[in-house]
């Protein structure tokens, strides 16, 4: 069975609001799913009270909050002592900055690359400088944005301490191999790995077991759930670094690196995300066995399938003409490209473009969507930047027809 489009629309209620309105901004915050927005209503209409205290209805708000993340630690297959749910990924890279300086000195090196979001950049950068600590820059193709393993090769060394890079870009939109890139890093040095999902997630919720990396972020509220940021912090190096909370809450796993303590209702819906995930898996009968984190992968494939129809009509259209500039690969056929397409206009300006698309019913938008340094670097001036079309598993390819015409208007 391919993907059921129709079927798991109606989760949505967002989309039904505006049928006038093709929204195809995902990668800004993606629309709500029921069971999350179930959850949420339910826990602050009746357990809005301390969790954990002891008498029902707390012990009740408890559960759900633990529910959440276990749930969540078996669909990432990692150990729940591995899951920090903090309030968004800014902060929580912003918590863990803190933390891994206190262990860095001058002689010691960081990597960074070109193409990140600035949450997975300038953080690092400033922590770096604090501790005078080398920081090298793993730099982008300038045509294409796209990363290249080769380049990186050449920066490790036996001081290498850390090395930044995202598993997919949020304008550049092709999907970095992070398993062959952590072998490259761990044959070549003894660094540890982070990578930021933020922009992978919502394609794909991955296997975390299966990228052997140190620390993985990415945010709920783009995966169709809460705002909160989920973040993996391999165990043996939570034992390494200085916690951050109070200090009577160090020995909690999931306290130790979240100064800001949870967010109760948002922590609980969370499990909306994989309840929902949960109804497609059945709906298309998926094998009964399997373990959680196995489900998803199952559900990924026809999620992908679906996907991929979505970017090579979009790319299809774009990469032959003349007056747009394509990020990225241009095509589907290697199977790394997300449905995150960023173009940047050569007749007009990509404000323009996004506003007559606008006018058209198409929820798009332009600018440089924190990517800052990575456009800057393609040559591309930020501030007006690139028309970001960014497409999920609900969007149809209706939606994509419309875009296609609206863009065909527009451009001329
Ligand atoms: C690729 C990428 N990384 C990191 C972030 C930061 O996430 P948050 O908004 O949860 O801080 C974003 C947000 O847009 C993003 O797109």
Known sequence: MDLDVAYLRAQFPQLHDDPDLVFCSNAGGSFVASPVLDIFSHYNRHMRVQPYAGYAVSNQAGQAMDEARSGWSRALNIHPDELTIGPSTSLNSYVMAQALARNWGPGDEIIVTQQDHESNHGVWRYAAEAAGVTLKEWPIDPVTGLLDPQILYPLLTDKTRWVFFTHCSNVVGTVNPVPEIARLIRANSPARICVDGVAYAPHHIPDLAALDVDMYLFSLYKVFGPHQGIMYLRRDLQGEL???????????????????????????????????????????????????????????????????????????????????????????????????????????SAGEVAKAMQGAGIGTEHGHFYAYRALSHMGIKPED??????????????????ILSALERTLG
């Not at 090579?312 to 747009?324: G, N």
């Open 242 to 348: 200085p916690p951050q909370s109070h200090f009577f809450l160090h020995q909690d796993s999931h306290k130790r690196f979240n100064p800001a303590g949870p967010q109760h209702a948002q922590v609980a819906a969370c499990r909306g995300v994989l309840d929902y995930f949960q109804d497609l898996y059945v709906h298309h009968q998926g094998p009964e066995s399997a373990t959680p984190s196995a489900r998803l992968q199952w559900l990924h494939t026809k999620i992908a399938a679906h996907e991929q129809k979505l970017a090579a009509a979009l790319l299809d259209f774009l990469e032959p003409r003349s007056d747009t500039r394509v990020l990225g690969k241009p095509h589907v056929r290697d199977g790394d490209r997300s449905t995150t397409i960023a173009f940047k206009p050569l007749k007009k």
């Open 385 to 402: 930047g690139v028309v970001r079309i960014s497409l999920v598993h609900y969007n149809s390819i209706a939606d994509v027809e419309r």
